[in-house]
């Protein structure tokens, strides 16, 4: 089975970094876009940063140049480098993939299990 594996969440100051990980494990054929979503209290769930396997990448216009999405595809795994962070970034950070089962002709989105960050003087 599939399974995303997140970590590097925490408690951090304002303008302070962290850098979050997520690594697919199971039978993975491709993973065709990868990224992280953000749920803040009482907020809906939102995407903050995505990449696909040819490097392009988008960002939310509240994280760009603060944040930059990476992945390592060798190890199927994919970072979120969050720098100067704001208390507005405050949420459960949620790592997203579509990815292709060995043997399957198509994509299964994937979730995370979601991980805290909280940014408070």
């Known amino acids: 089975q599939v399974q995303l594996v997140e970590s590097g969440g925490g408690l951090v100051q304002p303008g302070g970094s962290l850098r979050l990980s997520c690594a697919a494990s199971g039978s993975i054929f491709s993973i065709s876009a990868v990224g992280w979503y953000r749920q803040a209290p009482g907020k809906q769930r939102e995407p903050v940063a995505f990449?696909?396997?040819?490097?392009?990448?988008n960002y939310a216009d509240s994280v760009k140049g603060r944040f930059t999405i990476s992945r390592d595809n060798a190890k199927n795994t994919v970072y979120l480098q969050m720098n100067s962070l704001k208390p507005e970034d405050t949420a459960v950070y949620y790592c997203?993939?579509?990815?292709?089962?060995?043997?399957?002709?198509?994509?299964?989105?994937?979730w995370g299990q979601g991980t805290q960050v909280t940014v408070s003087s």
């Open positions: 997203y993939a579509k990815i292709q089962r060995i043997g399957a002709s198509y994509d299964i989105p994937s």
């Open positions: 990449i696909i396997n040819g490097g392009s990448t």
